[in-house]
């Protein structure tokens, strides 16, 4: 009978999930670090299967590099939609491969050591992630605001990724240091490759918020935050004339960083402002304004629901769904069968 060890059926799942982000991309520019971070997982599967299902101990020279190029990758995918760096792209790609150099050196001097490195590199970076996503969904920027909330969850489970797969690590040195390795099947089928999977799904619904292409717009005023209550109104006035003048809030691509540039006030002034003044973040905000015309246009019209949708700035069903039922407490249907 033929043995197919675990790690294959993650990779094979994690390969399947790799392609349906693809084909649900096609149409639109993909974000590489977050495809890059499910293949990376496809890899680092393989490879655990090679060692742990078949005894191949060769695989013990690459599937640590392997490893220490993961929680880079997850933080590049982040940083996209969060800042854009102001590094050139050389430099932030030799920046993030130091640690699989790293781990290279300690694979030629030090083997013993890479277990405890890799842990390091894992925590280092679960913290920078979690550092980047402090003031919540808006600290994604660059994200459209219809997948902020969503994608902002997905990072935070990839972080939490990052941490399961340190963790695990941790256990199978200690596994090997005081019980030769007797538990570490088990720890690495169970914890490890959880993980993985994990990191994957959470890289796939990350991908679904990408930045935008670039445009070349006025640039916002210098960062300043005040907490006078009276800026906060002039702050939040402004947004509402340019919400219901201009219509945003009907652009698919709004952000944060656009909105900031359009209305000439710092994005985190913004996000401030509607944070304490009315105890949401900027997506929910301008998420309110496009229910609220869904539910004008479904009241008033015989439009399609999906017609509805696309019109106020909804890209996908899911979305529009769970945002209009978390302004209204029932679906769009049913909104149309009560209003109707």
């Given at each position: ?7 294959f059926?993650i ?17 639109m ?15 680092q ?6 060692r742990?299902?078949?005894?191949v ?8 590099v392997i490893?220490?190029?993961?929680p880079?990758?997850?933080?590049a995918?982040?940083?996209?939609l ?10 932030r ?6 640690p699989a150099a ?8 030090w083997r013993?050591?890479?277990d ?5 590199i894992?925590?280092?970076y679960?913290?920078?992630?979690l ?9 994604l920027?660059l994200a459209?605001?219809?997948?902020a909330?969503p994608?902002?969850r997905a990072?935070?489970f990839?972080?939490v ?11 199978v ?10 538990h ?6 169970v914890?490890?490759l959880?993980?993985?999977?994990i990191?994957?799904?959470?890289a796939?619904?990350?991908s679904?918020s990408?930045?935008p292409?670039?445009t070349?717009?006025?640039p916002a ?11 906060d ?6 947004i ?5 003048a ?13 909105l900031a540039?359009?209305?000439?006030i ?6 401030a402002?509607?944070?304490?003044a ?6 929910q905000y ?18 399609p ?20 039922r ?6 769009p249907v ?7």
């Amino acid at each position: 009978m033929i043995f197919i060890p675990l790690p294959f059926v993650i990779a094979l799942l994690l390969l399947i999930l790799f392609v349906a982000v693809i084909r649900r991309d096609e149409e639109m520019q993909p974000s590489r670090p977050f495809l890059a971070l499910i293949l990376l997982s496809v890899a680092q599967s393989i490879l655990s299967g090679l060692r742990w299902g078949y005894g191949v101990q060769a695989v013990g020279y690459v599937a640590p590099v392997i490893a220490a190029l993961v929680p880079p990758l997850a933080f590049a995918g982040v940083s996209r939609l969060v800042r854009t760096s102001r590094r050139p792209l050389p430099v932030r790609i030799a920046l993030h491969a130091v640690p699989a150099a790293f781990i290279l050196v300690l694979i030629a001097l030090w083997r013993d050591a890479i277990d405890i490195a890799l842990v390091l590199i894992f925590v280092g970076y679960a913290l920078a992630i979690l550092l980047l996503m402090r003031p919540g969904a808006d600290a994604l920027r660059l994200a459209p605001f219809e997948g902020a909330v969503p994608a902002y969850r997905a990072i935070i489970f990839a972080a939490v990724a990052l941490c399961v797969s340190a963790a695990v690590d941790t256990f199978v040195f200690f596994d090997f240091t005081w019980a030769h390795g007797e538990h570490a099947l088990a720890l690495i089928s169970v914890g490890n490759l959880g993980g993985l999977v994990i990191l994957g799904a959470a890289a796939a619904a990350a991908s679904r918020s990408r930045a935008p292409a670039e445009t070349v717009e006025a640039p916002a005023k210098t960062e300043r935050i005040d907490d006078n209550t009276s800026e906060d109104k002039e702050t939040i006035a402004t947004i509402d004339a340019l919400m219901e003048a201009r219509k945003l809030y009907r652009d698919v691509n709004l952000n944060l960083d656009r909105l900031a540039r359009k209305a000439g006030i710092p994005a985190r002034q913004i996000s401030a402002a509607i944070n304490r003044a009315m105890d949401k973040n900027v997506s929910q905000y301008v998420n309110d304004y496009r229910i609220a015309e869904a539910c004008r246009l479904l009241s008033g019209t015989e439009k399609p629901v999906t017609e509805v949708m696309f019109e106020v700035g909804f890209q996908t069903k899911s979305n529009f769904n769970r945002e209009f039922r978390r302004v209204t407490d029932m679906t769009p249907v049913a909104w149309r069968q009560r209003e109707g």
